[in-house]
């Protein structure tokens, strides 16, 4: 395997006193796409918003790029943080244009051009409704506006919590294209949280079942949906899991 | 009262000086409160709605509860103070106003009005997704970035709070009466001297009073709703 993006060991996610995330072990490498899959409460968002520099975990080593982040000094480490990017399950857009909301990160860092804002409007099939307010989009209009706005900042990481939750077949396409796109041509490392198993299955080259805030197992995808080492991951798998 | 009306018309427009003070003393009493209430109110409503300390609730009651002070007992409050013997008068500081000047209406009305601007500023910034500033973060905005991104989405809720405490002030009669003592050319604001016509009898001057009070008040409001402009139609 290629260089590691994250190194996570032994890490402990608490609120209160309740364990949100407990993992021994995970390594996301470099230009891979990395699916976390689980039942509703199994920690993946909150495992998602570590990965994000969001959050600081309770205890454990997280690194990003061969740096401890885990005390939670990334969260003001500015350059740290611009590695990375978030797509959130609700797109969370700003009440101003389509056209104004992808550049939002440009703008953040001082990036005044239009050219990539433009190729990502046109690529998700957003250059249409580059001047409406995103108040009056779909909701597949509204997370792929998303989407894009995470696109044109072209990070290394990209982390993807459940981008196309009750989306139609059209924009779950379009969204998928996109991020395998991304993933083939820069090489991006990408962690998608998703409940969909079949969509993990089409874009991750691995994936990871997480319950209870624990890793049951993470193997090259084929491998975790056809031969699972792990007799719930085969549970999981064929829709088995009472939960 | 039509004869009231028409003389109150030819008092505004041939520009009477004591009416021309009043106005001037309104505006600059008024302009300069609500200044200082934006300036404290808007970051204490921010930080209300964004942060999380122990006591919260205790001081979002104190809030509230100011935001529906009587403004007579406001006055009441800021008149003992700054009375001779009142336990600020009596320092004798330069920056302490004293009674009966503008300085001490500017006082009673910053306690008025910025438990307003704070109050719906907090509403207006509690009203934005929980999980914004975490977006906003995860987009790579600096604190700073994040915070105004915020304030910039919440912009009706804040301007709306803006005009709130701008109508708690300049319609205002108890606390700036007490502290300010209705002095011709002094402190004689329009509330006041609409009080003082209305008991002289003086009906013309009364009403040129309240149509001026009312037309300041509607051409703030109509210039705060263009602040807000498209994003009150969206």
Do not use: C
Request: aromatic share 6%.
């Amino acid at each position: 395997m290629s260089e590691s993006v994250y190194q996570l060991n032994t890490l402990v996610k608490r609120y209160d006193s309740r364990t949100v995330v407990a993992l021994d072990s995970l390594t996301v490498y470099r230009g891979e796409i990395l699916a976390l899959v689980g039942p509703s409460g199994a920690g993946k968002s909150t495992l998602l918003r570590l990965l994000g520099l969001l959050e600081a975990p309770t205890s454990g080593s997280l690194q990003f790029f061969g740096r401890e982040v885990a005390n939670g000094s990334a969260q003001a480490d500015l350059e740290l943080r611009r590695r990375l990017t978030m797509v959130f399950q609700r797109p969370l857009l700003l009440n101003r244009s389509v056209q104004a909301n992808i550049a939002y990160g440009l703008r953040l860092r001082g990036d005044k051009s239009n050219g990539k804002v433009a190729s990502a409007m046109e690529q998700l099939g957003l250059s249409h409704l580059a001047r409406q307010n995103t108040r009056v989009l779909s909701g597949g209009e509204a997370q792929r506006v998303s989407l894009a706005r995470a696109m044109v900042l072209d990070t290394e990481v990209l982390l993807l919590d459940e981008p196309t939750a009750n989306l139609d077949p059209y924009n779950v396409n379009l969204i998928e294209t996109a991020v395998r796109k991304m993933n083939a041509e820069q090489s991006k490392t990408i962690v998608l949280v998703t409940h969909n198993i079949f969509q993990a299955h089409r874009l991750a080259q691995r994936t990871a079942l997480l319950l209870d805030g624990r890793l049951v197992e993470v193997s090259p995808s084929d491998v975790f949906f056809t031969a699972p080492a792990d007799p719930r991951t085969a549970a999981f798998v064929r829709g088995d899991m009472v939960y | 009262m039509l004869k009231g009306l028409l003389d109150s018309i030819v008092l505004i427009f041939t520009g009477d000086s004591a009416l021309t003070n009043i106005i001037l003393v309104s505006l600059r009493v008024t302009g300069i409160s609500l200044l200082i209430s934006t300036l404290i109110g808007i970051p204490l409503g921010i930080f209300l709605g964004l942060k999380r300390f122990i006591g919260k609730r205790l001081v979002i009651a104190l809030l509230y509860t100011g935001m529906g002070f009587p403004p007579v007992v406001v006055g009441l409050f800021v008149y003992l103070m700054l009375s001779r013997a009142g336990p600020l008068g009596q320092l004798g500081w330069s920056f302490i106003p004293h009674l009966y000047t503008t300085g001490a209406m500017v006082v009673a009305q910053i306690i008025i009005s910025f438990p307003l601007v704070a109050g719906f500023t907090m509403s207006a910034v509690l009203s934005l997704d929980s999980q914004l500033r975490l977006q906003l973060h995860a987009l790579g905005a600096t604190p700073r970035q994040a915070l105004w991104t915020m304030l910039v989405e919440a912009r009706v809720g804040v301007l709306i709070s803006i005009i709130a405490g701008f109508g708690s002030i300049i319609s205002e009669v108890g606390a700036v009466m007490m502290v300010g003592g209705n002095i011709e050319n002094a402190t004689r604001t329009l509330t006041t001297a609409i009080v003082l016509e209305t008991r002289k009898g003086d009906f013309s001057m009364a009403m040129a009073l309240g149509i001026i009070l009312l037309t300041i008040s509607f051409i703030v409001n109509v210039a705060m709703l263009r602040l807000q402009g498209k994003a009150l139609d969206q």
